[in-house]
Antibody, heavy 114, light 109 residues
């Protein structure tokens, strides 16, 4: 069974940084694109970023370009999201999703507040 | 950035059939948009029902199906059950970037 587990969320001040991690087990990690999705309180889902199998292609929603960086370590079956210059509007539950079938984790919560 | 449109809300009777649609501001939705459909219940993470237009996961109830219909992606629920009451989101690819629809709140009543 494929499992996706996010971690690294927490409380951070505006302008601060946070690094999210996503561990995937039960499937061959390198075979799949990976995606970060977020959901602000009471709002819909928003695509944040995705990365191809070898990490050579990365795409971002306009609102995070230049501030967030997606990366992966295929040896560790892990996906990351480095978030810098955080804003109040980045506050959300962040989900990791494996491509081809869309296996989701339970999410990790990022709170941006002073 | 493209805008993906869904019906804000729909109601279906228990045992009934309903079709949710997903349109694109850039034109017709095709298989090249790799349409996904997600279900989300309150307080839960989303789960994927349909991927790449028509593919189901092992956990996808047989009563759900995906298709392309009239230039849109479509999710059809045949034989609605009370547990199908949820928010449903479509998700389309635009050459590497992706966009979610605003979601459809489905009521089974």
């Amino acid at each position: 069974e494929v499992q996706v587990v996010e971690s690294g969320g927490g409380l951070v001040q505006p302008g601060g940084s946070l690094r999210l991690s996503c561990a995937v087990s039960g499937s061959t990690f390198i075979n799949y694109w990976m995606t970060w999705v977020r959901q602000a309180p009471g709002k819909g889902l928003e695509w944040v970023a995705n990365i191809n199998r070898d990490g050579g292609e990365k795409y971002y929603v306009d609102s995070v370009k230049g501030r967030f960086t997606i990366s992966r370590d295929n040896a560790k079956n892990s996906l990351y999201l480095q978030m810098n210059s955080l804003r109040a509007e980045d506050m959300a539950v962040y989900y990791c999703m494996r491509g081809s079938g869309g296996v989701w984790g339970k999410g990790t919560t990022v709170t941006v507040s002073s | 950035q493209a805008v993906v449109t869904q019906e804000p809300s729909l109601t279906v009777s228990p045992g009934g059939t309903v079709t949710l649609t997903c349109g694109s501001s850039t034109g017709a939705v095709t298989s090249g948009h790799w349409p996904y459909w997600f279900q989300q219940k309150p307080g839960q993470a989303p789960r994927t029902l349909i991927w790449d237009t028509t593919n189901k996961n092992s956990w996808t109830p047989a009563r759900f199906s995906g298709s392309l219909l009239g230039g849109k992606a479509a999710l059809t629920l045949s034989g609605a059950q009370p547990e199908d009451e949820a928010d449903y989101y479509c998700f389309l690819s635009y050459s590497g970037t992706w966009v979610f629809g605003g979601g459809t709140k489905l009521t089974v009543l």
